[in-house]
């Protein structure tokens, strides 16, 4: 069974998880990890087309060429080789971005990533994903003399076409793998024996002793005894805890020990699950409420994020706003709502001018989670400085609405998180996401870029921009109706 370098960073998260995914893949459901697994294959495309520049005489393999083929063109004259491929006796795989043939014999592996940054944290190591090319090459004869990375530079800021030796950063890692090396052959060869297993525990996963950002796609698979109200829904339970808790068959909320080590924030929890009713703070929440100014302004915004910068003036991965709703509560009782949603990939003067009209440097803005609108008020002040006075007063006027529920509303029924989607549904029931055809923030921004950049866009634009319009509305009206709640 052949194992790929996807395969193995899948097999370091949980081992389980790739053995389904091989053995029997019917039952295997894609989810997060898979999807961000899948985002970051589509960006790294994107990046490669513009690193290939930099090498001007490479050969472009076939897509999906043999390692047959790759070893005959190995023998010509040319130096540089685009997608070559390679596959060991015991079926490791490995496709290679960029290979160069250097005058000793020897090889250079180039290994694109669409990051701004070489990654080393334990989720995604980039230098264990340039092991497993090395001990591919290494095991097929080759001898590789040196291995470096290409990243994107992120102080580069886009003005007309893409300039590929400004964009790009290369860095030798060479001297780096030599303490990795051998860690990562071994768990190579740990990941070939596991996936090849005829049978393996299907009761449980590796990830049963994780934090739940840390679990699988196939952890409800594995994990059928785990209960309703899970330890793994506590907030900011560190993964120490859990272990702790699992080891003494303690998963459910209910069954923790009285005076396990938790925090006042983790214990108030507890208690909610454990009384099966929210516990609220009447005095804070009105003491808090009571110190925003009308209007008040329930603001939103969606963005689109892309590995190469598509406008003018940003930078890779940097969030241009497309979209913005505005619900703006008077202190008669008038509710008025602003809209925007942007026709092509360009700076958003208009909606920045539209809502300055709209709201003007008054009252107070509210958002569920400010630091991701105030930063990119940040961002659209450095792009736009002429809206840095109405920008700035948005940002030093911002109320984060969803802090009342890091203390002083807590329910158990929002099973750990105090995202919208999770506190709308117990607040306001009669309002729902489930009904929408663009139902968050990811399914938002990819819809949002394929109708603008996509010349084969086949879906009705009018409706997909009302489908755009009415997801992004009920996040500010949402935020309206648990306000209303709260007072």
């Known amino acids: 069974m052949q194992l790929t370098k996807t395969d193995f960073i899948q097999y370091l998260n949980c081992p389980e998880s790739i053995w389904l995914f091989k053995n029997k893949p019917d039952e295997y459901t894609k989810g997060e990890f898979s999807l961000f697994l899948e985002k970051l294959i589509k960006e790294g495309y994107e990046v490669e087309e513009y690193a290939k520049q930099l090498f001007k005489k490479g050969i472009e393999l076939p897509e999906n060429a043999t390692p047959e083929y790759t070893k005959k063109q190995l023998g010509t004259d040319s130096t540089i080789f685009f997608q070559p491929s390679f596959v060991t006796r015991k079926g490791v795989f490995a496709r290679i971005d960029i290979l160069e043939k250097l005058d000793d014999g020897g090889y250079h592996i180039y290994e694109i990533k669409s990051s701004t940054s070489i990654k080393k944290d334990k989720k995604h190591n ?67 024996n596991f996936i090849n297993k005829e049978k393996i525990n299907q009761e449980e996963c590796s990830c049963k002793y994780k934090t739940r950002s840390n679990h699988c796609d196939s952890f409800k698979y594995f994990n059928k005894d785990i209960p309703e109200y899970a330890i793994y829904e506590i907030g900011r ?63 939103d915004y969606e963005t689109y994020a892309s590995a190469v910068p598509k406008v003018n003036g940003m930078s890779p991965h940097k969030h241009l706003v497309f979209q913005v709703s505005i619900h703006t509560l008077h202190k008669n009782g008038d509710l008025k709502h602003f809209e925007w949603l942007g026709k092509k990939m360009e700076l958003p003067l208009e909606m920045l001018t539209k809502m300055q009209e709209f709201t003007g440097l008054t009252g107070t803005f509210i958002s569920w989670n400010a630091p991701f609108e105030i930063g990119k008020n940040k961002d659209m002040i450095d792009w736009l400085p002429q809206f840095t006075n109405y920008l700035n007063y948005m940002n030093a006027n911002m109320f984060d609405l969803m802090n009342i529920f890091k203390e002083d509303y807590v329910d158990y029924r929002f099973r750990g998180s105090i995202s919208i989607k999770k506190v709308l549904p117990v607040l306001c029931p009669q309002f729902s996401y489930q009904d929408l055809e663009v139902q968050d923030g990811t399914m938002a921004l990819d819809t949002w870029g394929r109708m603008v950049t996509d010349h084969n866009f086949n879906e009705d634009v009018v409706q997909t921009r009302k489908n755009l319009l009415a997801y992004c509305e009920l996040d500010t009206l949402a935020m309206f109706e648990i306000y209303k709640v709260l007072k």
Do not use: M, W
């Open 126 to 192: 980039h230098l264990k994903d340039v092991c497993f090319q090395k001990y591919v090459l290494q095991e097929c004869g080759l001898k590789v003399a040196k291995v470096s990375i290409i990243n994107l530079n992120k102080e580069y800021i886009r003005q007309g076409d893409i300039i590929s030796n400004e964009l790009l950063n290369i860095t030798e890692v060479t001297e780096e793998l030599d303490n990795l090396y051998s860690t990562v052959v071994n768990e190579i060869n740990a990941a070939v």
């Open 237 to 299: 339970i560190s993964a120490k805890k859990v272990v702790e808790l699992v080891e003494h068959n303690h998963t459910a909320i209910i069954d923790i020990p009285l005076g396990f080590d938790l925090n006042i924030k983790q214990q108030v929890q507890v208690e909610s699950v454990k009384q099966e009713t929210s516990i609220i703070n009447k005095p804070a929440i009105e003491n808090t409420l009571s110190k925003l100014k009308f209007p008040l302004h329930f603001v």
